[in-house]
């Protein structure tokens, strides 16, 4: 089993959608969360970081379940901007300091 | 630009020919991390280093490749005898620690072991 599981998709959704992502996590020592970005052929960029109460950024709203050991991502009113791959993303903590990646999920907005 | 930065962009090599790829990461930094990627899939990690000590290697890292960091400020990934199977994205990240310990990544430096 991977320690970061997400659905691939695509997930094609028109302009204006809401559209959410979940991803599970296999290890329960994991103390912290994110989720990247990644454009084709580009580095991940940081879109946020997932705190236990739940965290909103505008239009990005991520959740934390740690009884299940999954996080969301809730895109509102999708723009064609936000067409892009994210990752969802652990760190384990407990002295480690790497980050380990989900394969991420895909989305496509169209218009 | 105050972000991370990697050299060269690009980089074509014959097998069995010997890479250095080169990370700045952000000044006030002093967390350097290595990852690679492949298509598909996410980052896997590498290497950290905390200043200029190597505290985390990967199993990933096999004996031919290295990686160093020697002032604390920039830092080195050699792949010596490259195989095609190193074909990758190699990501740099760079990060202060602190409760949440984020990453910041650089462009990468994308492989093509011929």
């Known amino acids: 089993r991977k320690e970061v599981e997400q659905d691939p998709g695509p997930f094609n959704v028109p302009e204006g959608a809401t559209v959410a992502f979940n991803c599970t996590y296999s290890?329960?020592?994991?103390?912290?969360f994110f989720w990247y970005r990644q454009d084709c052929r580009k580095e991940p960029k940081l879109l946020m970081s997932?705190?236990?109460s739940g965290n909103e950024d505008g239009r990005f709203t991520a959740q934390l379940n740690r009884a299940s050991q999954y996080i969301s991502l809730l895109i509102r009113d999708s723009k064609l901007s936000d067409s892009a791959t994210y990752l969802c993303?652990?760190?384990?903590?407990?002295?480690?300091?790497?980050?380990?990646f989900g394969s991420g999920t895909r989305l496509q907005v169209q218009p | 630009d105050t972000g991370v930065s990697q050299d060269p962009r690009h980089k074509i090599t014959k097998r069995g020919q010997n890479v250095t790829f080169r990370c700045d990461p952000i000044?006030?930094?002093?967390?350097l991390y290595w990852y690679r990627q492949t298509l598909g899939q996410g980052p896997e990690f590498l290497t950290y280093?905390?200043?200029?000590?190597?505290?985390?290697k990967s199993r990933l890292l096999s004996d031919r490749f290295s990686a160093e960091r020697p002032k604390g400020s920039f830092s080195t990934l050699e792949i010596q005898r490259t195989e095609q199977g190193d074909s990758a994205m190699y990501l740099c990240?760079?990060?202060?620690?602190?409760?949440?310990?984020?990453?910041?990544f650089g462009p990468g430096t994308r492989l093509t072991v011929l």
């Open positions: 280093f905390q200043n200029e000590a190597q505290l985390e």
């Open positions: 993303v652990v760190n384990t903590g407990t002295g480690r300091r790497a980050l380990t």
């Open positions: 990240a760079s990060g202060s620690g602190g409760a949440h310990n984020e990453q910041f």
């Open positions: 000044s006030e930094h002093n967390r």
């Open positions: 290890n329960s020592a994991s103390q912290s």
């Open positions: 997932v705190y236990s």
